[in-house]
């Protein structure tokens, strides 16, 4: 898992591009976007906190108003196979899985377990990860296993 602080810097980091920079365009540089960073920064740190170290809930909570948040759209959050090495990926990946979605491609099983989609199938051929009924590996099988190899 990543550190707390490789967590704070990202999530400060895609708030300010997706939220606190047009703010302060739209604003025209007005004073209050800086004291919104430094809310943004405190809170950042509490986020971090509870995705890491709080309960289940607390943390399941604080995932999916995030990523609601910082990736909005009509669609399933669905993202790239390289967000989930980021500090956030890693940390969804361990503490609720995948948040939008029961099960996953074995591409992105691999992407969340940091192992390629061969090691991911071979994983499921020997029985270490079960197949979801509708193709794919379960989401809540893929945090359960990056948490046995965390404990």
């Known amino acids: 898992m990543p550190t707390e602080r490789e967590l ?6 895609l708030l300010d591009v997706r939220l606190l920079d047009p703010l302060e365009i739209l604003l025209d540089g007005d004073d209050s976007v800086a004291a919104m ?7 950042a740190r509490r986020w971090a906190d509870v995705m890491r170290n ?19 759209g009509d669609r399933a959050f669905d993202p790239p196979l390289e ?7 890693q940390v969804v990946a361990v503490r609720v899985g ?8 074995l591409a992105t099983a691999g992407a969340m377990l ?9 994983l499921v051929r020997r029985g270490k990860l079960p197949r ?11 945090r359960d296993r990056l948490r046995a190899a965390s404990a």
Do not use: K, N
């Open 8 to 13: 704070v810097e990202q999530i400060v980091r």
């Open 114 to 122: 940091g192992i390629t989609r061969q090691g991911v199938h071979d």
């Open 132 to 142: 979801h009924p509708d193709g794919g590996v379960p989401s809540a099988a893929i």
């Open 83 to 89: 967000w989930w090495r980021t500090p956030l990926g």
């Open 54 to 72: 709080g309960d289940d809930q607390a943390a399941t909570r604080t995932v999916v108003r995030l990523v609601a948040t910082l990736y909005p």
């Open 98 to 105: 995948h948040p939008a979605a029961a099960s996953v491609s």
């Open 37 to 43: 960073r430094e809310v943004v920064r405190a809170r």
